[in-house]
């Protein structure tokens, strides 16, 4: 039988790179894909079709996925997973900043929806695993651009799995908490790039230590834990639609049922106690 086949983005480390594996392991046709090729290169030797894929390129995103369907006919598994978060006041980011945010986190997973969907379609079979964020759930100060960008995400989301159902297409949102991967130092950099206007150094003060957001910390779990629940999405005959991993994303999603001036209260006491 032929084994299914997996398309992930993001595979040079952390999430991406664990969930190659993951379904190596278990049996798939993995395309590990990365902005540079050789981030993946031992993806490569271990068994993975690794492809340079920078998910806001549309002519990569349409290279690729011809390339799976030449070689496998068919993509099972879609994993919209490259992603970094741009941390800052919202005064103080420029448009451009939000735009390139908006371009890999929201952008980049419609492209590769848009190209994967007609060959699932005419199967009638695939699931679209979108790497979303217990951020994709509740809003905080500071985090206004990388929470925008997984919220649309979220909601696009909803509405594809909508839309696809009729054509045995699923659509699954997996919303870690904070995962042990190099997360934040990339988030580090990105605030570093910041013209401060001066009226926000006490967002600055939390976020210099961008562990706090993500990455590693309390209740933080490894992308391996991350990896086997995309693994079970893309398994499952009915996935769920969420999928919260780990200890803090299951309890902050719950966040998002507090009332709104309860959520505002708790952000305000937090800037008192710092
Ligand atoms: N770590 C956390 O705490 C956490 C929590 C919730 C959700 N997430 C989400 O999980 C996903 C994976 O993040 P991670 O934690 O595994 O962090 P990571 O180790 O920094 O991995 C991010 C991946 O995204 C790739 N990427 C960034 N921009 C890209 C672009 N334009 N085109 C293609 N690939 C691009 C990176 O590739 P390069 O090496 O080329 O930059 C890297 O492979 C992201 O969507 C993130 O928002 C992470």
Not at 48 to 67: F, G, K, N, P, Q
Not at 206 to 225: N, Y
């Amino acid at each position: 039988m032929q084994p299914k086949t997996v398309l992930i983005t993001g595979s040079s480390s952390g999430i991406g790179h664990a969930t190659a594996t993951a379904f190596l392991d278990e049996g798939w046709e993995v395309y590990a894909t990365a902005r540079n090729p050789a981030d993946v290169e031992t993806l490569g030797e271990q068994g993975c079709s690794i492809a340079t894929l920078d998910v806001t390129e549309d002519d990569d995103v349409e290279r690729v996925v011809d390339r799976v369907m030449d070689e496998q006919g068919r993509i099972d598994c879609l994993v919209n997973n490259a992603g970094y978060a741009q941390f800052g006041p919202t005064e103080d980011i420029p448009v451009d900043a939000v735009q390139q945010q908006f371009d890999v986190n929201v952008y980049g997973p419609h492209r590769l929806t848009r190209a994967v969907l007609p060959h699932m379609r005419r199967r009638r079979d695939g699931t679209i695993v979108n790497v979303s964020s217990v951020a994709g759930r509740v809003s905080f100060p500071g985090g206004g651009t990388y929470c925008g960008s997984k919220f649309a995400l979220e909601a696009m989301t909803d509405a594809l799995r909508a839309e696809v159902d009729e054509y045995g297409i699923d659509a699954v949102l997996i919303e870690p908490g904070p995962v042990e991967t190099g997360f934040s130092e990339r988030a580090e950099r990105e605030l570093e790039g910041i013209e401060r206007s001066g009226a926000y150094d006490a967002f600055y003060d939390v976020f210099e230590d961008t562990q706090a957001i993500g990455g590693g910390g309390l209740g933080a779990v490894s992308p391996e834990r991350v990896a086997d629940d995309i693994l079970n999405a893309a398994s499952a005959t009915k996935p769920a639609s969420r999928v919260p991993v780990g200890p803090v994303a299951r309890a902050a999603v719950l966040g998002r049922f507090v009332p709104d001036a309860l959520r505002d209260r708790a952000f305000s006491l937090l800037e008192r106690l710092r």
